[in-house]
């Protein structure tokens, strides 16, 4: 009986050892349940990515804040960038090495128009390299690089920029609002670089680029997500003045061309459809697009005309108005 017993017994395990088998339509299901859940988080993975790539953005134009802010300290509220300063008034490649200001002329030479770069690297513990285009690269890749952009400057076709951008750098991250960097008519005090010249219509009269000329400075952009590309070909554009943009306030919009085209929207509005600011008080802002028209002008979001103009501002006075522009607009 007991080898009857033992035998029957091993059965029973061969069995058991059976059903804890996979058939292949269960393994099967299994992988398709591990690719379905796949498929449902890659995307909140890349989310979450990208949110920690935008914080850290914000934590690196935190730094430019407090760099900036030094820099007008040693140098009587100037605001970095500006012509009279440290930026270079004229076009971009165009006599760009020969800059010295008379505010400080131990600085180096302008790498483009409006810029404010260059000059706060030291504020970074970063040495300026003296050769341009390595301080071009020190200045764009290597410590003022959103960690989201990675578009690239070149290849640079246009001859007046070679010998000034590195063929493999990347296109900058981030750019002043070029309104801030002007004066106003009575403010004008000469044509030449170093003397406050670049005068502008729009620009209140008796404004400069100062900190203490600033008004309302938490809620004027010093430097946000930016677009300085070409419109057409992804390049450094002479068109867009180096350093600088006009911001994010249009007053019409036409065709893919323009600064709200799909092209240069994707550079600007680069963190899931937001935008980092840094204000002139120093915090950074995260913001959505908004639309430059709604509130009679005034605009909402990071369309707020606020943002991109000193107060004061006349929207009439613009050289790019468009036809719906409201006429009595004046930036609060």
Aim: proline fraction near 6%; aromatic fraction near 10%.
């Amino acid at each position: 009986m007991y080898p009857r017993l033992g035998k029957r017994i091993g059965i029973v395990d061969r069995l058991d050892q059976c059903h804890k088998c996979f058939t292949l339509i269960e393994v099967l299901v299994v992988v398709a349940i591990i690719v379905l859940l796949i498929t449902i988080l890659l995307p909140s993975l890349a989310s979450a990515r990208e949110q920690a790539r935008s914080a850290s953005c914000g934590v690196l134009l935190k730094q430019i804040g407090v760099a900036g802010a030094g820099y007008a300290n040693i140098n009587r509220g100037w605001l970095v960038g500006s012509p009279n300063t440290s930026g270079n008034g004229t076009r971009p490649g165009f006599n760009a090495g020969a800059y010295t200001d008379t505010v400080n002329p131990k600085h180096y030479p302008a790498m483009h128009i409006f810029d404010w770069a260059s000059p706060l690297l030291r504020f970074l513990s970063v040495r300026p390299p003296i050769d341009i285009q390595q301080r071009y690269a020190a200045a764009v890749d290597e410590v003022f690089g959103c960690p989201t952009n990675r578009r690239k400057a070149g290849p640079v076709n246009f001859p007046a920029l070679k010998y000034l951008i590195p063929a493999d750098a990347s296109a900058p991250s981030y750019a002043t609002s070029r309104h801030f960097m002007l004066v106003g008519k009575g403010a004008k005090t000469g044509k030449i670089r170093g003397k406050l010249w670049w005068s502008k219509d729009h620009v209140p009269t008796g404004y400069v680029p100062k900190l203490d000329r600033m008004r309302k400075p938490a809620n004027k952009a010093f430097l946000a997500d930016a677009h300085v590309v070409s419109k057409t070909k992804g390049q450094i554009a002479n068109a867009n003045w180096g350093f600088t943009s006009q911001g994010a306030w249009r007053s019409h919009d036409i065709g893919p061309v323009t600064y709200r085209g799909l092209f240069l929207r994707k550079q600007m509005w680069r963190h899931q459809g937001a935008i980092n600011i840094l204000a002139f008080d120093g915090h950074v802002q995260r913001l959505t697009e908004g639309d430059s028209l709604t509130r009679n002008g005034y605009g909402q979001g990071a369309r707020k005309a606020q943002w991109w103009f000193p107060s004061g501002t006349k929207i009439i006075d613009l050289q790019d108005r468009g036809t719906n522009e409201p006429e009595d607009l004046v930036v609060p």
